[in-house]
């Protein structure tokens, strides 16, 4: 459409083509015009701060969107705000850390001939991701790599990047860290870049048992990297979401809380909790529940009783890596840089290694003590560390306290029937 002005300053339309028209946006979409959106200045520094302070993108849209009366009040989309904050995370790099970054690598390379590292960068050679563990943390994945615990809950103050350790644990029951990963985004590329990194890093060990949190990019990539791992998900995440998505219920009866834990931890029999989940759904009006769906539908990655068989080290969530994080906030402040990240990173590193020889040196000069002068417990506490010695000691005590019934005996196979004092499920054993 052309418009020419008149003297008397009315517009007059002088050509009309109809075909290069287009519909006009309904107004429930208006806000979705590229026109339309813009992240303001206001919006641009509450995003900065949730970014700073580790609030989930989601989370951060959520907030906004109820301050201003509903997403479509916002003038931006999701798209808008994921590029804002990309954007910032790149241009904070490009601030000369980079370099340093690197520096730093090339330096801990000479000190540590073993030491290993990784970095994905982008078509304008920034920086993406980040890998990297020195030989005691390969050689202790040697050892302890069987289960591995991976969370991203903590963001580095300067550059809001997700850090991702990999957490075990060794044979004092301590937390021991396999390598670890500063991340650009949490997108299923990333997330598949880095675990294949891990894996060359640690010679293509895969571990039998990974946690995580309930976090899809996450775990798609674990199934396509980790094809012969478990993987869990994190039953104390799964407790505090059922704790916030149901805390009209969780509040208002102590009953509902001790019914939803037994479905997490106590069963041993799949057809039993199945029935125990069902009646806890109808004794509480919640078989229309969308989250609690979802939940049964992945039971078998979180439910203790789909878990049993498999081998965890004792170990039922990500909690040990949220522990290496809260001992990080200790030392970090918002001001500080990558490089000062690598520093105190490296301490932390350094403490926990501390505590172990502390551990090794306790443990040859005691003896543990027996319940009972039994052989069986004189051979495991020459065998055994003092933390392992005392959970052994604890089962095979247990023994004691059970009762056993002879069933059956066909050719070769005998069967008896097991009970705990006191309780009245029987097990049964061939």
């Not at 517009?11 to 287009?22: A, D, G, I, R």
């Not at 991976?150 to 075990?168: E, L, Q, V």
């Not at 976090?215 to 979401?241: G, K, T």
Request: aromatic share 14%; proline share 2%.
């Amino acid at each position: 459409m052309t418009c020419q002005l008149q003297k008397d300053g009315m517009l007059e339309v002088v050509s009309f083509q109809e075909q290069h028209n287009h519909e006009f946006a309904p107004s429930p979409m208006k806000h979705m015009l590229r026109s339309n959106r813009k992240i303001t200045p206001t919006q641009q520094a509450f995003v900065d701060d949730a970014e700073k302070s580790g609030v989930s993108i989601k989370q951060t849209i959520d907030l906004l969107s109820m301050q201003v009366g509903g997403y479509e009040n916002l003038g931006f989309l999701n798209v808008d705000y994921k590029n804002h904050v990309n954007s910032k995370r790149r241009e904070a790099l490009k601030r000369g850390d980079g370099r340093a970054v690197m520096d730093h690598f090339r330096k801990m390379q000479l000190e540590d001939l073993s030491y290993f590292y990784s970095i994905q960068l982008d078509d304008d050679n920034q920086i993406l991701n980040i890998f990297w563990a020195d030989s005691r943390s390969i050689v202790d994945y040697g050892h302890f790599g069987d289960v591995v615990c991976f969370d991203t809950t903590y963001r580095t103050n300067s550059y809001g990047r997700p850090f991702a350790p990999f957490i075990g644990v060794n044979y004092h029951k301590q937390s021991i860290v396999f390598g670890a990963a500063l991340l650009y985004d949490e997108t299923i590329m990333s997330f598949k870049w880095l675990f294949e990194t891990f894996l060359s890093a640690m010679s293509g060990k895969q571990p039998k048992t990974i946690f995580i949190d309930q976090f899809a990019a996450m775990a798609n990539a674990i199934e396509d990297v980790f094809p012969e791992s478990n993987h869990r998900l994190c039953v104390w995440h799964i407790y505090q979401n059922a704790a916030k998505r149901l805390h009209h219920i969780f509040n208002s009866s102590n009953q509902f809380r001790n019914d939803f834990s037994n479905c997490v931890y106590d069963f041993e029999d799949e057809n039993e909790w199945i029935v125990a989940w069902n009646d806890m759904l109808k004794t509480y009006d919640l078989t229309d529940n969308l989250w609690l769906r979802e939940m049964f539908d992945v039971k078998e990655k979180w439910c203790m009783v789909y878990g049993r068989h498999m081998f965890t080290a004792d170990m039922k969530s990500t909690q040990r890596s949220e522990s290496m994080n809260s001992v990080l906030k200790k030392y970090l402040k918002p001001k500080h840089g990558l490089l000062q990240f690598f520093g105190h990173y490296s301490r932390v590193l350094s403490d926990k290694r501390s505590q172990e020889l502390q551990a090794e040196f306790k443990m040859r000069q005691t003896t543990p003590v027996l319940l009972f002068d039994f052989e069986m417990l004189r051979h495991a506490a020459k065998l055994y560390t003092p933390e392992i010695f005392k959970m052994f000691q604890d089962e095979y005590v247990k023994i004691v306290d059970c009762t056993i019934y002879k069933a059956s005996k066909s050719n070769s196979i005998t069967e008896y029937r097991v009970k705990y004092q006191n309780k009245t499920q029987e097990h049964l054993v061939k």
